[in-house]
């Protein structure tokens, strides 16, 4: 991890995770650090949901008991990332300032008795919360057991958007201070339509409930502002630490796995390192894509540093309609998994299961049943695994390919009023990666606006909504010399949800050399034959090539004839959501196209192959095998897990991993 001011930081490796001690009477805490140091953790984080231990009054602080937890901690060698607290304010809180507590958009108030119950834009949280983290930085800001600060927890997971009159008031500065005036606003909302123009800011109101459909673009702006309010608090809460604590990095819990609700492009940069929280959804037919693309992401937001698994479960969670617990060796493949693709190290919710409370089912490194039990025997099995591990630390993944992921196209895309539900952004993003995934090569995430000359191929599953800039940059990597791909319903409108007259696909129609004049979209469950063999769905589009040359064409249906996939040069186009087969088969023809080959050839299915490598050449090939037969591959080195040295040739056992260790001339 890019951090060399961290020096309390274990050497290696990080392994931990969520650390409770206020659930547990004092007498536990010895037989916890214990245990962690037989399972080999280095690191864990305390005080995340404490508020209410630390402030149990208001300014009336007791941080006797977390004084004794740290210290037991420091004894032990065990390192704390130290969190804020200001995730789940204690109930005098809202008590004492109810107009603190969030509103839905049905103007119904939200109360407390969970936890992240407050109002972003509410000044009285603000306040207090910091006076809190000012309390804690100057009480800890020199503890020897301090590695790194925590701030909140999983911003915006339960409070992402507030329409209380506070936020009213926030929103309409927000609105200023991006248009500058009400003509501005007018325009980029196009409040012509049903009567909408706004003559005075007092009018101006986040989008709540309405009799029918609200304005795309207000609500639109509504996301943008909650996500900026979000941050505006973590933002904050950072410059407090920073002013106290200027050697220690402080990150908050991401989620980029299955959350999109907040610009994480933008969360990145105030982020001393990125960190992330990874969850399988039981409903999953590959879980391993899922764990790949929820790292990969992690590892672009960070510009390809190393970065920090600070969740994940050991065997099942809590808030799905069926938990499923995790088959054995799964705990130890996912770990593996987030470390292969840049994490530098592998840390859990939480450290012992809780006896009460909504997370009792919750799996955890220390379970119900105790140390008699197969999880926390993974446990152990995997804290030894990561200690051989650690030359691995501060070392970088080699991405071959870029995928361009944006947050608010996909939250406009997914709003009211679309051509077609079955459109949505973030899921289709996640499909190409996982074609990419099979297709053995390893890809990083970038903004639309980002520079992409390194990399030979640029995937854009869908991309609704794009500004000028962002467009002529992705034609500028075109002009230079590099492959894009191009998905359907993309270009078509600006960064203001206005459609791009003269035919789709909006910013991209010269680029792509396609004129489209109309969509088609399928109803549910529909299907189109392309010429090709491949199999579209959900949505087809009429219209001609203005100087591609058409690779498929549609071959029924009222768009027959119409290009499908087309290619202009170096530009690719999709019009059509193909099936799994298509897709794979058009991400390998365009992979080849442009000289990329996967990571290792001819591997099995299943197998998960990504390297890391050291500015010095030292390279690290991880090989998962999340099939259940064994996996033989082609690679050489030595395997830092067992030791053995390959020649070669290696096999993977099934469900096993080998890291094998290279100078960087073997390859």
């Not at 009429?542 to 071959?555: C, D, F, M, N, P």
């Amino acid at each position: 991890m890019d951090m060399p001011s961290l020096t309390p930081r274990p050497v290696g490796l990080l392994y931990g995770g969520d650390y409770n001690p206020e659930q547990w009477p004092e007498r536990v805490w010895e037989e916890d650090v214990r245990l962690m140091r037989e399972a080999g953790v280095n690191l864990v984080t305390v005080g995340v949901f404490a508020w209410a231990w630390l402030e149990p009054a208001p300014g009336r602080y007791q941080f006797g008991w977390l004084d004794r937890v740290l210290e037991l901690l420091r004894r032990n060698e065990i390192a704390v990332d130290l969190a804020t607290a200001t995730a789940s304010p204690p109930p005098w809180f809202p008590h004492r300032y109810p107009k603190s507590l969030p509103v839905d958009t049905d103007g119904r108030r939200l109360w407390y008795g969970s936890r992240q119950s407050f109002c972003a834009s509410s000044p009285e949280y603000r306040d207090v919360a910091l006076h809190l983290v000012d309390r804690l930085a100057s009480r800890y800001h020199d503890h020897p057991a301090l590695a790194m600060w925590h701030i909140h927890n999983e911003y915006g997971c339960h409070n992402l958007h507030c329409y209380c009159d506070v936020s009213a008031a926030a929103f309409r500065v927000w609105l200023r201070n991006r248009y500058g005036d009400l003509g501005g606003l007018n325009d980029a909302w196009g409040t012509a339509f049903w009567s909408q123009w706004y003559t005075d800011w007092a009018q101006v109101l986040p989008p709540r409930a309405t009799t029918t459909i609200g304005n795309p673009a207000q609500a639109l702006d509504f996301r943008r502002f909650s996500s900026d309010a979000l941050l505006a608090l973590c933002t904050a809460e950072r410059e407090a630490l920073r002013q106290i604590t200027p050697g220690i990095p402080a990150t908050t819990n991401l989620m980029t796995g299955n959350f999109f609700g907040l610009d994480y492009w933008r969360w990145a940069r105030v982020l001393d390192f990125v960190a992330t929280d990874n969850y399988l959804v039981g409903t999953s037919t590959a879980p391993h894509v899922d764990v790949a693309y929820a790292a990969d992401i992690a590892r672009s937001l960070g510009r390809g540093r190393p970065w920090l698994l600070m969740e994940h479960s050991t065997s099942a969670v809590n808030w799905q309609p069926r938990n499923l617990a995790k088959p054995p060796g799964m705990l130890r493949r996912n770990s593996l998994s987030h470390v292969a693709r840049g994490s530098d190290g592998a840390l859990f919710f939480q450290w012992r299961a809780s006896r009460s409370g909504a997370e009792k089912w919750h799996s955890a490194m220390l379970p119900h049943a105790g140390t008699d039990s197969r999880v926390w025997r993974e446990v152990v099995e995997l804290g030894a695994a990561l200690k051989r591990l650690a030359p691995v630390a501060s070392s970088t993944v080699d991405g071959q390919v870029a995928v361009v992921l944006d947050y608010p196209s996909g939250w406009a895309a997914e709003g009211r009023a679309q051509p077609s539900v079955d459109m949505g952004t973030f899921d289709e993003v996640r499909r190409w990666y996982g074609a990419l995934w099979r297709a053995g090569v390893t890809a990083d995430f970038a903004p639309p606006g980002a520079e992409l000359s390194r990399y030979p191929v640029v995937f854009v599953p869908a991309l609704y909504l794009v500004s000028d800039n962002d467009a002529n940059a992705l034609a500028s990597y075109v002009d230079g010399g590099g492959t894009l791909l191009v998905g359907p319903y993309s270009g078509v409108v600006d960064e203001c949800d206005r459609v791009r007259p003269g035919g789709y696909p909006g910013a991209f129609r010269d680029l792509l050399g396609v004129r489209i004049e109309e969509f088609y979209p399928m109803p549910a469950g529909g299907s189109v034959k392309l010429s090709g063999g491949s199999v579209g769905h959900a949505w087809r589009e009429l219209g001609r090539a203005t100087g591609a040359e058409v690779l498929e064409s549609y071959v029924d249906g009222p768009v027959a004839g119409s290009p499908a996939v087309t290619r202009n040069g170096r530009a690719w186009y999709v019009g059509t959501r193909l099936d799994d087969d298509g897709l794979d088969q058009l991400v390998a023809q365009v992979l080849a196209a442009a000289g990329v080959a996967a990571l290792v050839a001819d591997r099995p299915p299943g197998l998960e192959a990504v390297r890391r490598r050291h500015p010095d050449g030292t390279a690290y090939l991880f090989l998962v095998n999340h099939a259940d037969a064994p996996a033989t591959v082609a690679a050489t080195g030595t395997d830092l897990l067992t030791g053995a040295d390959s020649a070669g040739e290696v096999t993977v056992p099934p469900g096993g991993v080998v890291v094998l260790r290279s100078s960087g001339e073997e390859e």
